[in-house]
């Protein structure tokens, strides 16, 4: 039995930030998403990853009692390459070998079918759709995405946003989406496709939860050194539905709750490459630096 | 008698934004400042301007009743253009006509001795420094400055900022001045030459402020529309000195408010050109928008 449905990529990641290097790290939005949310709830993947994949690898992520049922293997692993340069608000993606997600046609575990919080990853829209064919009865679906489907696949992601109960993007990806550079013009015409909450990711600069009726922004944690920010909107994506499904209450006030949640995780992340710095915290850490996040931001 | 000297420049601005433009509009460091600063408490000018300037800008200024005793007229005035592009985050600078402002010495009036609170707008940090010479028992001094003087006159601003109570600057001069790209790390190298608490204003991002023992934050106020954003520095420590000569109360807490109030009053000058949309509003519009940021913000 999970609580939480990841669906998204398992990858081979070879990463450069001017604070180090890393090759053939863990990585892929499946991975960062599933590991951050089962410090939460009982989270099940489902992905695609080769016969390569390493079984330390692997073993990071079974260590969480993360279910792995729907983790197909076959081929070679998707591997992405990116670097970032000081700013570090956007990877320049240097690399991208899709191999066995080139064929990869997810299907839903039976033990997974009682889950009611599904996690769309970032993948192709069209296996986000494949996705929600097979399940009928989730009560929140949360979406996430990139700007490489924008660009190659807009029609089939709209589609995917329609169907969606909460929809995440980030900043560059909700101006080249809805073709305004207006944060606020841009989540009010992703709220118009029918998603209930619409999320703005904004890296450094925090986070913005869209309603109908309601608007929350928080700011970003304060880091002090960051190594490498691949990943932050999966764990942040993870950590969101994992709260949301551990209270079970989707109302507004627990949904901003969640925000800071996914925040907190992704502040973490950002801390060192891979899984790594995540590896070393437990849910009491996630737990500080939401308490933190709340006297920042008083007045 | 004045409860807020505000030093700066008093000018004519010719600008373009994406959505329109102005030539020679009302504008200035201590134009703007002063100008935020009035809906809070009895503000005074020290200032230079030309025999040029038009009596109708003036008025503007003496409509919301600041004192101008402290405002020198002659020769020519000081002329700024500037032109943002769509993402309105920094203005391409097209013109420096300094003209009166090369001369100018400045000398507090006998009615403002008594002021105890002292905002030393952006200007020439020599021109800070030859005021703080003539001001021994100001409770509070708060120094903005721009990345112009970082790059010609660095060690007098360094020495302006080792004067003052609060040093206040925006991100990219934060980056510029501590060489880091990390705002956290530039806000405690600040802190270091010791002012007791220094502000970074990340423009439609929000705000920080830096204690030796305390960390604040604020998110920007989600505006739909933004016409431009010239003088929403200066608003913001017009706003934040006013509150805080206002309630006399230089508390970490009352701080933070001070903060929000100056964000607040910044956004609603993003909303048109010049001090325009500043014309339209009193101080219950700026505590109605204080007001959001605590529901915004709340979780």
Not at 81 to 92: Q, R, S, T, V
Not at 129 to 153: C, G, H, P, R, Y
Not at 175 to 188: S, Y
């Amino acid at each position: 039995m999970v609580d939480v449905i990841v669906i998204g990529t398992v990858a081979m990641d070879d990463i450069e930030t001017p604070f180090g290097k890393v090759t053939g790290a863990l990585g892929g939005s499946a991975s960062y998403a599933a590991y951050s949310s089962s410090f939460f709830t009982k989270t099940g993947i489902v992905a695609v990853t080769g016969e390569d994949f390493p079984r330390e690898h692997l073993e990071i992520l079974k260590k969480r009692g993360i279910d792995m049922t729907g983790l197909k293997k076959e081929g070679k692993t998707f591997r992405w390459g990116g670097k970032y340069k000081f700013d570090m608000n956007e990877a320049e993606t240097l690399k991208t070998e899709l191999n066995c997600l080139d064929h990869f046609n997810p299907i839903i575990p039976k033990q997974y079918k009682n889950a009611n919080y599904v996690l769309l990853g970032n993948i192709d829209p069209e296996l986000q759709l494949k996705v929600l064919d097979q399940l009928d009865n989730a009560s929140l679906v949360v979406t996430d995405t990139m700007n490489f489907w924008i660009e190659s696949k807009k029609d089939k992601l709209l589609e995917v946003i329609k169907r969606s109960d909460v929809f995440v993007m980030n900043d560059g990806e909700a101006r080249q989406l809805f073709e305004t550079v207006n944060l606020v013009q841009a989540a009010k015409k992703a709220l118009k496709l029918g998603p209930r909450a619409v999320i703005i990711k904004k890296g450094e600069h925090g986070a913005m939860m869209f309603t109908p009726d309601s608007m929350f922004m928080t700011v970003g944690y304060p880091l002090e050194n960051i190594k490498d920010p691949t990943g932050c909107g999966d764990v942040f994506g993870g950590a969101f539905i994992g709260y949301l499904a551990k209270t079970a209450d989707l109302g507004e006030m627990n949904m901003r709750k969640a925000v800071v949640y996914g925040s907190a995780a992704a502040s973490y992340n950002a801390e060192d490459f891979s899984l790594n710095r995540m590896k070393d915290i437990s849910l009491d850490e996630i737990e500080k630096r939401f308490h933190e996040f709340r006297q920042i931001k008083e007045f």
